[in-house]
């Protein structure tokens, strides 16, 4: 009974994981990072997850690479995930719509305490992983041509398997 209870938690967390990360990779968030986690749970369970899980690795530490390759990208990826940060903390002030707000009040801010709590972990996630990335990736080309055929091999991988 526990090891049944165990798998459904596991498998509906790495699902929830997969979809959201799938959102994320179109709205604000940490899409492939997501992904990647929700088939990391997944590929417990599944043959077909495990297969996928190591090319979309490789894609997000590529995304994390190129996110910090030059100082102005640096910036500009910190200054998005303050900007979601911020928002978040207005979504969860939740003012009053303002006079010059167009439209009904229902529609200010929409989402309330929840949405603003995703925005601020959002954020917080992206923080860290601009960090990561940075420590990693910023100023080293040789572990991002070894990311890159790390990158190759998975793909030759994949396809010939």
Not at 5 to 26: D, K, M, S
Not at 33 to 56: D, K
Not at 99 to 112: F, N
Not at 120 to 138: E, K, M, P, Q, T
Request: proline share 5%; aromatic share 8%.
């Amino acid at each position: 009974m526990k090891h049944a209870a165990r798998r459904l938690v596991l498998e509906v967390l790495g699902w929830l994981l997969v979809v959201g990360g799938i959102a994320a990779l179109v709205l604000p968030g940490p899409g492939l990072l997501m992904l990647f986690g929700g088939l990391a749970i997944l590929s417990q369970q599944y043959e077909w997850a495990e297969r996928r899980l190591e090319p979309v690795q490789y894609r997000a530490l590529r995304g994390a690479a190129e996110g910090v390759e030059t100082l102005l990208r640096t910036a500009v990826s910190s200054a998005v995930a303050l900007a979601l940060i911020a928002a978040g903390v207005l979504w969860a002030w939740n003012p009053e719509a303002p006079d010059w707000w167009p439209l009904s009040d229902g529609w200010w801010l929409p989402g309330g305490l929840a949405t603003g709590i995703t925005q601020i972990v959002s954020g917080l996630v992206a923080l860290a992983l601009i960090v990561y990335s940075f420590r990693r990736f910023h100023g080293k080309p040789e572990a991002v041509a070894a990311l890159e055929r790390d990158i190759e091999a998975a793909d030759r991988d994949l396809h010939e398997g």
